[in-house]
């Protein structure tokens, strides 16, 4: 119920834009991808460019790195 009273006075802008893309994604003919940005679909598409030409780093390596 609180939830419910949450969102009927939810007034962000940007919460609401987020919480559709939420609600459009469980739809079965929905592809998130659609859902990201440019920028955010040029990183993604380093990373993976990134994985092909090799350029990776262990999570091991990373956590030893950083102390984790």
Known sequence: ME??????????????????VVKDSTTEDHDWWDDLNEDQKKGIERGLNDIAQGRT????????????
Do not use: F, M, N, Q
């Open 3 to 20: 939830l419910i009273e949450w969102l009927a006075k939810l007034k962000d802008p940007d919460t609401i834009k987020y919480l559709k």
């Open 57 to 68: 780093i262990s999570h091991d390596v990373v956590k030893s790195r950083y102390g984790l």
